[in-house]
């Protein structure tokens, strides 16, 4: 009897969850914008939407908003890319503070459109000047290269010096 009732509790447990969270919901994912962001920096922030978690969704329009830390909102449109249920959006940091992204899947069938919070990306404030900003860069490059010569230089003696095998008679 009791194994009954549970069965029954069970199943219209289903039967209502079933109806009650039928229709549509989706998820949001972003990729992450680059490191070193500077005020007036921009970012094509790719959005995948997925319904259900599980399938691209195509025909949706989404938006993604930057919150500034004295509350100040901007918002971004996405357009469809080549890939179903990728978007881009081309999102320009209007300053330098932390700001945190949030992303309107624009999945209104069913009433199930959502917005999906992510964290805060720190934005430091624009060079003044452009003259020596990839020096670091440069630098790593010419190391790099010179021990790769020194590498490939070391081989090539270690190779001379061996001795050579007796010609056999």
Do not use: C
Request: charged content about 10%; cysteine-free; overall charge positive.
């Amino acid at each position: 009897m009791r194994t009954l009732l549970l069965g029954l509790a069970a199943a219209a447990a289903l039967a209502f969850a079933g109806t009650a969270s039928a229709g549509g919901w989706a998820t949001a994912g972003v990729v992450p914008p680059p490191e070193h962001l500077t005020s007036g920096s921009n970012w094509d922030a790719q959005i995948t939407i997925l319904q259900h978690g599980r399938t691209p969704l195509a025909g949706v329009s989404p938006t993604l908003t930057l919150i500034g830390e004295n509350g100040k909102r901007v918002t971004f449109p996405a357009k469809p890319t080549d890939e179903t249920g990728v978007y881009v959006a081309s999102v320009k940091f209007p300053s330098a503070g932390s700001w945190s992204y949030e992303v309107y899947d624009g999945f209104t069938q069913y009433g199930g459109a959502q917005t999906h919070t992510f964290g805060a990306v720190d934005v430091g404030a624009a060079s003044s000047s452009g003259s020596g900003s990839n020096f670091p860069t440069v630098q790593v490059t010419l190391g790099v290269l010179l021990a790769l010569g020194l590498g490939i230089a070391l081989l090539v003696g270690m190779r001379r010096m061996r001795p050579r095998p007796a010609p056999q008679v």
